[in-house]
């Protein structure tokens, strides 16, 4: 029940008031936005800060300030809330109060936040402990103590405000790559494709732990390793293209004692035929592997012929040697386009997967989802029928777990009618994963634009890469950037970048 003074009230009093009983008074919020988890916290901490009102004439208590927090509290069941008993004001005065109080709110800032959070943690709160307790979620929290134990991280969070507590925690993964650092920081300033940067970095970085430990074991052989060569080198060829003076092909243990015998380490996707049980889900699917490239530093030194030094029989393919300095300069730009094209598709595959299968869980499908499924029935119907295709949605819909045909049709059995659609939008979206690949951007063609700008419509964010295979964006390719000096310790101090860095040392994968 609401405590009502009997006189007029002169100053604040502080009183309690049953929510339940009380009149919202003019507001200028359109949506009070009472989310489950503000719900939640009320119900768990009940209203901390009073609401503002007054008591009108027939003591009735009249809100003005806290529309959202006496709703929160409804909903959550609380019996009473505080508030502060002040004298009335018009409504023009009201409005006036209500729009100073909003617009000089400062949200807490991320830093702010992780610091909250591990003095919580400080006090023996466990992370579920500290989501419950103050309703933020349970990600963001884990995301606020990695900041909170990461120097960089908390200097990058005082430093930037754009940076969330979830970027700013992928930041401390790379606080020794001064590279990564800076496209992060680029991209989560730029306010779009950090998601798939992120991925990039963390592929990047795999890649180049891969390739340090095969080329240490390649070492410990006794093989002397290199930095891969351009592909027109005129000097270091692979020996796959080399014969001996007698005509013999030259093998990498037939090389073994040439002065000249090196490798360059490289990581490859490569297809592989895996086993099933049902024809029907028998597929082909790629795996990164690490490869040594053997090569001769100076082949024509040490008598060796190059096979190819003619060209290929019939190719009309003009060779590096009769170029123009701007023709080879181009040639090189196209190829560092479709090498880094390549494994920029990798990394947003990655991403698009993770999207694609907490979108799947939706228990009604999005406005223009009929019309995507029929208009994949119609032009690409026969990928619906495509032997990985069923393997594929299972990944999508089934958390990876394969299912029996009659199972995947049992599935649908007793789900709304919106369910049911959400999964045939899932069995599309397989359809078309099973078909794409690093081939897909190249050329812009109806069934995977109409897939991405599908996705793109319903909240996910294409990668540069996956534009270009929508038909949405076209980039020619780019002269190489100089490197950039690597760093071993990032300066979490320096000015906000304003652009990407040059390509890292393991920009060029196996051909």
């Given at each position: 029940m609401s405590t009502a003074p009997t006189e007029e009230v002169a100053t604040e009093t502080v009183v309690a008031i049953d929510p339940r009983q009380v009149q919202i008074g003019a507001n200028v919020r359109l949506d009070a936005n009472v989310d489950k988890e503000f719900v939640a916290n009320v119900r768990e901490e009940g209203v901390i800060v009073p609401v503002v009102g007054y008591f009108d004439g027939d003591a009735h208590y009249v809100v003005v300030d806290g529309q959202r927090r006496t709703l929160a509290a409804i909903e959550a069941k609380q019996a009473t809330i505080p508030a502060f008993a002040t004298r009335r004001r018009e409504d023009a005065d009201r409005i006036v109060a209500q729009m100073s109080a909003n617009h000089h709110r400062v949200a807490i800032t991320a830093a702010e936040r992780a610091k909250g959070f591990e003095q919580l943690a400080g006090f023996g709160m466990s992370a579920a402990q500290i989501a419950k307790k103050t309703g933020y979620k349970r990600p963001e929290v884990d995301a606020g103590l990695k900041v909170a134990g990461s120097d960089l991280a908390s200097k990058a969070t005082e430093r930037w405000g754009f940076l969330t507590l979830e970027q700013a925690a992928a930041l401390a993964e790379f606080d020794q790559d001064a590279d990564a650092l800076q496209a992060l920081?680029?991209?989560?300033?730029?306010?779009?494709?950090?998601?798939?940067?992120?991925?990039?970095?963390?592929?990047?970085?795999?890649?180049?732990?891969?390739?340090?430990?095969?080329?240490?074991?390649?070492?410990?052989?006794?093989?002397?390793?290199?930095?891969?060569?351009?592909h027109d080198h005129k000097t270091i060829l692979r020996l796959n293209q080399l014969d001996d003076a007698e005509g013999n092909r030259i093998t990498p243990e037939t090389h073994a004692d040439c002065p000249g015998h090196a490798a360059y380490v490289t990581r490859e996707w490569r297809w592989i035929e895996t086993d099933a049980k049902d024809d029907e889900d028998a597929a082909d699917e790629q795996e990164q592997v690490t490869v040594a490239t053997y090569v001769c530093t100076d082949a024509k030194a040490h008598g060796h012929v190059d096979r190819w030094a003619g060209g290929y029989g019939g190719s009309t393919k003009k060779k590096a040697a009769d170029m123009s300095e701007a023709e080879r300069e181009a040639a090189r730009a196209e190829r560092r386009d479709v090498i880094e094209s390549n494994k920029a598709w990798k990394s947003a595959e990655t991403v698009r997967a993770a999207f694609v299968v907490k979108f799947l869980t939706r228990k009604s499908a999005p406005k223009g989802s009929a019309a995507f499924v029929v208009a994949t029935i119609a032009e690409e119907g026969h990928w619906l029928s495509d032997h990985r295709t069923p393997t594929k949605a299972d990944e999508l819909l089934?958390?990876?777990?394969?299912?029996?045909?009659?199972d995947r049709a049992k599935a649908a059995e007793n789900v709304t009618e919106g369910r049911a659609l959400m999964l045939a939008v899932g069995q599309c979206c397989a359809a078309y994963e099973a078909q794409m690949g690093t081939h897909t951007w190249r050329n812009v063609t109806p069934g995977p634009?109409?897939?991405?700008?599908?996705?793109?419509?319903?909240?996910?964010?294409?990668?540069?890469?996956?534009?270009?295979?929508?038909?949405?964006?076209?980039p020619a390719p780019k002269p190489r950037a100089k490197k950039a000096r690597k760093a071993t310790t990032p300066p979490p101090e320096t000015k906000a970048p304003e652009g990407n860095t040059a390509a890292s040392s393991d920009e060029h994968p196996a051909a």
């Open positions: 920081t680029v991209a989560a300033e730029r306010g779009s494709g950090f998601d798939h940067e992120l991925q990039r970095q963390r592929d990047k970085r795999d890649d180049r732990e891969a390739i340090k430990a095969f080329a240490e074991q390649l070492t410990a052989d006794g093989v002397t390793v290199i930095e891969r060569p351009p089934n958390g990876g777990k394969a299912r029996m045909r009659a634009a109409r897939y991405l700008a599908f996705l793109a419509a319903n909240g996910y964010e294409l990668a540069d890469v996956e534009k270009r295979a929508a038909g949405l964006d076209k």
